[in-house]
């Protein structure tokens, strides 16, 4: 979707200037203002536990240090947070304010249906028991695009109904297992008539194809899924208060398609020698996880090979290292704590092996006789689920089939925790910093998000606002009024909106240029739409200078700035979100309207 404007440029129209309505019947004595200077503080929030996992409660300042970039600073802000008891009045001083904003995303690409079946029936008791009624919690699915199925809402019905018909979706969990099955048989294939034909020839060089094919499908599949993960973590950034996504699967590999590559070792073992038959191969001790020896019975009589075989000891890692996507799941990681969203990782394969599913194929499924190869695979698809939970300071839920405890300690960590701020030396420079945070307490344990990015003003103003268009969020220290006026036939079949802001100036910082008469203030005006399918407008903005002349300056003070902009909008049902800067007061007001384009009466509920 585009806005348009008259004429030709992309966003906005400025249909009309300044003007100054009649005096309201009370002014408010206006403030005086002097240099503004916004303070940069950066939070941590920090999880500490004894070795048991419980809460560790009453620490105080002097028990942590926190260092930036490997630099210690000052803990200038100090809040200790307790989980209140059942019936409890909360105190302000030792429980959260806000409420819990909390993303379910089902991975629906790296699910099976029993895993899904499960997570979704512990989740439902999870959130009946857990959730309160100023928490928020949304439901999405990763399916070949990234769904909304639910928007925040904590009515436990909804909730409820809305993981049923979730429970009911397709996953392709089953189909990955196929295309496994399929890429071994494929190998095996080529094995077999290599060593069958006029010149025998083990491991010939096309016997990787199948594995490379696979391996590339496969990281088509995790990227998409870390994909959506940043779509989450950007739509999340501007939403005030705690954030988190908890993202459920059977794990995403670190290394898509390692099992085969492994496979290859132990099949070709780097030798040319035909394989041994695979119940002849056992895991070597000495050689970690991750390598297999395999036992041979070499031929009295060896084939003299005349083409080139494929060097499984040598080229099978690092075919697979290729593949990797660690880089891209740190800059999921990064991303994450830039935004200030701390991701859980749920693994609803649980205690069964993720390759327990295949096992019903018969002797002639080689991959997993390997006991090494499955340990392998289990391996590789939690360790990145691992990662990105402990990056962000999250918690990872993993090899249980009993999620329900771990699940009430998300809700615990939400509850119980140390805030910790400070003021860096720099501020908005654009640049991702290393946090670390000790604790002087040898028997505690704790966690916290490892680095965040100083993000420049606009940036976060930019964040607010779509925040506003996405989920309604509203905050307006200007007290600005916003009316849609009467729409009229636009361009291309768009219809002409126009959006009237009313800004109290006594709200607005004046400052005075005696040197030009004049008093000047300056505002900034975010805007951008979305219809209810998602289709929405880049964001777009417009600096609005602001000059009174100084006879004029005092019975300003008890008017309003009027301001109207003219957005060019597609028929139908539309969100419009604007934001309005005041640039020397370093304030911003965000508002949000639901508007009805297409008809002359438009639907002003917020």
Same mark, same amino acid.
């Given at each position: 979707?585009?806005?348009?404007? &008259?004429?030709?440029?992309?966003?906005?129209?400025?249909?009309?200037?300044?003007?100054?309505?009649?005096?309201?019947?009370?002014?408010?004595?206006?403030?005086?203002?002097?240099?503004?200077?916004?303070?940069?503080?950066?939070?941590?929030?920090?999880?500490?536990?004894?070795?048991?996992?419980?809460?560790?409660?009453?620490?105080?300042?002097?028990?942590?240090?926190?260092?930036?970039?490997?630099?210690?600073?000052?803990?200038?802000?100090?809040?200790?947070?307790?989980?209140?008891?059942?019936?409890?009045?909360?105190?302000?001083?030792?429980?959260?304010?806000?409420?819990?904003?909390?993303?379910?995303?089902?991975?629906?690409?790296?699910?099976?249906?029993?895993?899904?079946?499960?997570?979704?029936?512990?989740?439902?008791?999870?959130?009946?028991?857990?959730?309160?009624? =100023?928490?928020?919690?949304?439901?999405?699915?990763?399916?070949?695009?990234?769904?909304?199925?639910?928007?925040?809402?904590?009515?436990?019905?909804?909730?409820?109904?809305?993981?049923?018909?979730?429970?009911?979706?397709?996953?392709?969990?089953?189909?990955?297992?196929?295309?496994?099955?399929?890429?071994?048989?494929?190998?095996?294939?080529?094995?077999?008539?290599?060593?069958?034909?006029?010149?025998?020839?083990?491991?010939? !060089?096309?016997?990787?194809?199948?594995?490379?094919?696979?391996?590339?499908?496969?990281?088509?599949?995790?990227?998409?899924?870390?994909?959506?993960?940043?779509?989450?973590?950007?739509?999340?950034?501007?939403?005030?208060?705690?954030?988190?996504?908890?993202?459920?699967?059977?794990?995403?590999?670190?290394?898509?398609?390692?099992?085969?590559?492994?496979?290859?070792?132990?099949?070709?073992?780097?030798?040319?020698?035909?394989?041994?038959?695979?119940?002849?191969?056992?895991?070597?001790?000495?050689?970690?996880? &991750?390598?297999?020896?395999?036992?041979?019975?070499?031929?009295?009589?060896?084939?003299?090979?005349?083409?080139?075989?494929?060097?499984?000891?040598?080229?099978?890692?690092?075919?697979?290292?290729?593949?990797?996507?660690?880089?891209?799941?740190?800059?999921?990681?990064?991303?994450?704590?830039?935004?200030?969203?701390?991701?859980?990782?749920?693994?609803?394969?649980?205690?069964?092996?993720?390759?327990?599913?295949?096992?019903?194929?018969?002797?002639?499924?080689?991959?997993?006789?390997?006991?090494?190869?499955?340990?392998?695979?289990?391996?590789?698809? =939690?360790?990145?689920?691992?990662?990105?939970?402990?990056?962000?300071?999250?918690?990872?839920?993993?090899?249980?089939?009993?999620?329900?405890?771990?699940?009430?300690?998300? &809700?615990?960590?939400?509850?119980?925790?140390?805030?910790?701020?400070?003021?860096?030396?720099?501020?908005?420079?654009? %640049?991702?910093?290393?946090?670390?945070?000790?604790?002087?307490?040898?028997?505690? %344990? #704790? %966690?916290?998000?490892?680095?965040? &990015?100083?993000?420049?003003?606009?940036?976060?103003?930019?964040?607010?606002?779509?925040?506003?268009?996405?989920?309604?969020?509203?905050?307006?220290?200007?007290?600005?009024?916003?009316?849609?006026?009467?729409?009229?036939?636009?361009?291309?079949?768009?219809?002409?909106?126009? #959006?009237?802001?009313?800004?109290?100036?006594?709200?607005?910082?004046? !400052?005075?240029?005696?040197?030009?008469?004049?008093?000047?203030?300056?505002?900034?005006?975010?805007?951008?739409?979305?219809?209810?399918?998602?289709?929405?407008?880049?964001? =777009?903005?417009?600096?609005?200078?602001?000059?009174?002349?100084?006879?004029?300056?005092?019975?300003?003070?008890?008017?309003?700035? !009027?301001?109207?902009?003219?957005?060019?909008?597609?028929?139908?049902?539309?969100?419009?979100?604007?934001?309005?800067?005041?640039?020397?007061?370093?304030?911003?007001?965000? !508002?949000?309207?639901?508007?009805?384009?297409?008809?002359?009466?438009?639907?002003?509920?917020?």
């Amino acid at each position: 979707m585009s806005l348009k404007i &008259r004429p030709g440029f992309l966003l906005l129209t400025l249909s009309a200037g300044a003007a100054f309505a009649a005096k309201p019947a009370a002014v408010p004595a206006p403030p005086s203002f002097g240099e503004t200077v916004e303070i940069n503080l950066v939070n941590v929030d920090v999880y500490a536990a004894d070795p048991k996992g419980n809460p560790v409660t009453g620490l105080r300042k002097g028990d942590f240090q926190v260092l930036e970039d490997g630099k210690p600073v000052d803990v200038t802000n100090f809040a200790a947070f307790e989980a209140q008891p059942a019936g409890a009045p909360a105190d302000a001083a030792s429980a959260p304010e806000d409420g819990w904003n909390l993303v379910i995303f089902f991975d629906n690409f790296n699910l099976h249906p029993s895993s899904r079946a499960r997570a979704v029936r512990q989740l439902r008791e999870f959130l009946a028991r857990e959730i309160t009624p =100023r928490d928020r919690v949304m439901l999405v699915t990763q399916d070949f695009t990234l769904n909304l199925r639910l928007p925040f809402t904590a009515d436990q019905t909804v909730l409820a109904r809305t993981l049923d018909e979730l429970d009911r979706l397709s996953v392709h969990g089953l189909e990955i297992d196929q295309q496994r099955k399929q890429a071994v048989d494929l190998i095996m294939t080529i094995q077999q008539d290599a060593n069958s034909g006029p010149q025998p020839q083990s491991c010939p !060089l096309e016997i990787a194809t199948p594995a490379h094919t696979f391996a590339s499908a496969r990281r088509q599949e995790v990227l998409r899924a870390i994909g959506g993960l940043t779509t989450m973590v950007n739509a999340l950034s501007g939403v005030p208060g705690r954030k988190a996504v908890l993202h459920v699967s059977d794990g995403l590999p670190l290394k898509p398609g390692e099992e085969l590559f492994e496979f290859l070792i132990a099949l070709c073992g780097g030798s040319g020698l035909p394989p041994a038959p695979p119940q002849m191969a056992e895991e070597s001790p000495s050689v970690g996880r &991750r390598q297999l020896a395999v036992v041979q019975t070499p031929s009295v009589d060896e084939p003299e090979f005349t083409k080139e075989t494929y060097q499984a000891a040598s080229q099978a890692q690092m075919d697979a290292e290729s593949y990797s996507v660690l880089k891209e799941l740190q800059a999921l990681a990064a991303h994450a704590n830039a935004q200030r969203v701390t991701l859980y990782t749920l693994q609803a394969s649980g205690l069964q092996a993720p390759e327990a599913s295949v096992a019903s194929y018969g002797p002639q499924d080689r991959l997993f006789q390997f006991p090494a190869i499955g340990t392998s695979l289990r391996m590789n698809n =939690r360790d990145s689920l691992q990662l990105l939970a402990d990056d962000t300071g999250g918690r990872s839920i993993l090899d249980t089939n009993d999620f329900l405890p771990d699940l009430a300690r998300l &809700r615990q960590d939400f509850e119980s925790y140390y805030s910790l701020g400070y003021s860096p030396a720099h501020s908005g420079d654009g %640049r991702e910093h290393r946090i670390e945070v000790k604790v002087k307490r040898a028997d505690v %344990r #704790i %966690r916290y998000r490892q680095s965040y &990015r100083d993000k420049p003003l606009l940036e976060k103003v930019v964040d607010r606002t779509l925040a506003a268009l996405f989920y309604g969020f509203e905050e307006n220290p200007l007290g600005v009024a916003l009316e849609v006026g009467d729409q009229t036939p636009g361009a291309s079949g768009n219809v002409s909106v126009p #959006i009237r802001l009313k800004i109290p100036l006594f709200k607005l910082a004046i !400052l005075n240029h005696e040197a030009e008469g004049v008093f000047e203030g300056s505002l900034r005006v975010l805007v951008a739409a979305r219809t209810p399918d998602g289709d929405s407008s880049p964001l =777009r903005q417009v600096a609005v200078p602001i000059r009174i002349p100084r006879k004029g300056v005092l019975n300003a003070m008890g008017q309003f700035y !009027l301001y109207t902009l003219t957005l060019e909008l597609k028929p139908g049902e539309q969100r419009v979100a604007i934001a309005v800067r005041d640039e020397i007061a370093a304030t911003t007001s965000y !508002l949000s309207r639901a508007v009805t384009v297409g008809t002359r009466e438009a639907s002003r509920q917020p």
